[in-house]
């Protein structure tokens, strides 16, 4: 992978930005910005950086960040996106809800500030992918990491009734919802035991898989459908495989089910925006260039 010296390096004095995270080989961030680097005819340069989750390496990458005028900032992936929120100037107020950063910005005097578009990107995928969804009625959560914490306080301020969060560690799940009853998110929240998540889904209409069970190479994802009903929705945010065992369980019950992909396309575009000072649209020919990407990668 390339480290943050050789990545200044390779951009030559253009701007640049870059994804980081542990692991990153398997990001599909870089074909994403790439795409629309290309299309716009930018000159710019957007890479993955593998970083251990250190206290040193962090702070390493923000005084890169800070130190680098050519830099416009990173986005950040498992397992960086709580941890590297203590390491910037300031954090917008939905990131501050949320407690956690995904996107990072690099503002012309060096301070960097610390954004998240998880939930943004979960939600414009979620319209797209299951246009008649509606949150009227209660949703469960499995997982309570850093994306997990993007789409709960969306479900939430989206108007959801209830949110069940069932978690493999509870106390995370716990911890989860405490801190977003002290942000002022809501109330309206459920820790459900991770044994009976099945038992969840009895009157819920959305299903969302936010932890990394199932991803490629990785744990399988064990999860009974038979209490959703018919007009559920299923969203896995993996994309890696793009059909999970989870989607095509979905698919075979005849639910609505939205692959992972969408959140990736959607999350990065307000980044982008603000790094390259360049409108962009998630369309077709994106959603084509990433998945020609990732069959070659």
């Excluded at 005084?63 to 709580?82: E, I, M, Q, S, W």
């Excluded at 993996?238 to 609505?256: I, Q």
């Excluded at 089910?257 to 969408?262: E, N, R, W």
Aim: charged share 20%; glycine share 12%.
């Amino acid at each position: 992978m390339i480290d943050l010296e050789r990545l200044r390096d390779t951009a030559a004095g253009r701007p640049f930005a870059f994804v980081v995270g542990w692991p990153i080989r398997h990001s599909l961030s870089p074909a994403l910005h790439g795409h629309w680097l290309a299309r716009h005819r930018l000159d710019g340069l957007y890479g993955r950086l593998a970083l251990e989750p250190t206290a040193p390496g962090l702070d390493a990458l923000a005084d890169f960040l800070r130190a680098t005028p050519n830099a416009r900032g990173c986005n950040l992936t498992l397992p960086h996106k709580v941890a590297f929120l203590s390491r910037v100037d300031r954090v917008e107020p939905l990131a501050a809800r949320i407690g956690a950063v995904n996107t990072i910005v690099r503002h012309a005097d060096g301070s960097l500030e610390g954004r998240n578009t998880d939930g943004y990107g979960f939600l414009e995928a979620l319209r797209q992918g299951a246009p008649g969804w509606r949150p009227k009625t209660p949703a469960l959560l499995l997982g309570a990491g850093g994306a997990a914490r993007g789409i709960a306080v969306t479900l939430l301020e989206a108007g959801c009734p209830e949110l069940r969060i069932a978690n493999r560690t509870r106390a995370t799940a716990e911890k989860l919802r405490d801190d977003l009853v002290a942000a002022g998110v809501s109330t309206g929240i459920t820790v459900i035991d991770w044994e009976d998540r099945g038992g969840a889904l009895a009157g819920a209409g959305l299903l969302v898989n936010a932890t990394s069970l199932g991803m490629k190479g990785g744990l399988s994802l064990d999860m009974p459908l038979d209490a959703l009903s018919a007009e559920g929705v299923v969203n896995d945010i993996v994309y890696e495989p793009l059909e999970t065992d989870l989607l095509r369980n979905a698919g075979a019950r005849g639910l609505t089910a939205v692959d992972g992909l969408g959140m990736l396309l959607h999350q990065g575009r307000p980044g982008f925006e603000t790094w390259f000072n360049q409108p962009v649209a998630v369309d077709a020919a994106l959603r084509a260039a990433v998945l020609a990407a990732r069959e070659t990668s």
